[in-house]
């Protein structure tokens, strides 16, 4: 058990990561703040204020001692025809909502000289077919997490990054919705160009998940290391995969390219 209350707040923690992790710190003694969408909306500035008035009060002189930032979701559609607006969605929900709620809760963490968790992805260094704006996104969550770790220093405050591989969680049934979303609202043309590749993609995908996705406790494991360890290490990948592809990205370009586009068979017509 820990010596004194340490308080952490998880964002997206109704299910998959976010449940799991919350399970797991309040196993290990941590007093956690579970922060679903009916308490902690990411993109609702009047909800993040009455968490952190809320958490401000339960916490007091002992602060927050965990930040973890794991709320998000998954666009996913060939870039030259997704829609703005959901590029928007996916970017507002996995970077500036992050970023908003770091911001906000900063003050608590600084009185307990805690620490910040953000949740990754073996996106954030590696760019698929299809999946550019989810991509975007934790590439995006990769740099601002260099730069806030870089900034935070001088306080002592930690900065982290979990980087899973294919995790078994509700995201995908998520994501292939919207995915479905997008192939319905298609023009003539991205019919023409991709319609014959999307339905295949989600199968495979399917299959992918279904063979090699590993339990969302692997990376509770992660964020509990990276709360508990004495010297926390900047990144944490977690599953084969993602440390499979930390090693390919050394590739040429070209060369990662053709690995990685093997299996596409987009009608090119």
Request: net charge positive; charged share 25%; with cysteine.
């Amino acid at each position: 058990m820990l010596k004194s209350p340490k308080y952490v707040l998880i964002t997206g923690a109704s299910s998959g990561i976010g449940k799991s992790t919350a399970q797991l710190l309040e196993q290990k003694g941590f007093t956690v703040f579970g922060g679903g969408r009916e308490y902690l909306d990411i993109n609702d500035d009047d909800s993040i204020q009455k968490a952190f008035i809320q958490i401000s009060e339960k916490t007091g002189e002992n602060g927050l001692y965990g930040l973890v930032n794991n709320a998000g979701i998954a666009v996913a559609g060939p870039i030259e025809f997704l829609p703005i607006e959901k590029l928007r969605l996916q970017l507002e929900t996995n970077v500036i909502g992050q970023v908003k709620i770091t911001q906000a809760f900063l003050p608590l963490i600084r009185k307990a000289k805690g620490r910040i968790i953000n949740i990754s992805s073996i996106a954030g260094y590696t760019a698929f077919p299809f999946k550019g704006a989810y991509c975007a996104s934790k590439h995006a969550i990769e740099a601002i997490s260099d730069s806030l770790r870089r900034e935070l220093l001088p306080w002592g405050i930690q900065v982290s990054v979990i980087e899973p591989g294919i995790i078994r969680t509700p995201i995908w049934d998520k994501s292939f919705g919207l995915l479905q979303e997008t192939i319905c609202e298609m023009n003539e043309d991205a019919q023409k160009y991709y319609g014959n590749y999307c339905e295949p993609l989600i199968e495979r995908t399917r299959k992918k998940v279904d063979e090699i996705a590993i339990p969302p406790e692997h990376v509770a494991e992660a964020v509990f290391k990276a709360l508990n360890d004495r010297n926390p290490r900047t990144r944490y990948r977690v599953g084969k995969d993602a440390q499979f592809l930390n090693l390919i990205k050394l590739l040429p370009d070209k060369i990662l390219d053709k690995l990685i586009c093997s299996h596409l068979k987009v009608n090119k017509k």
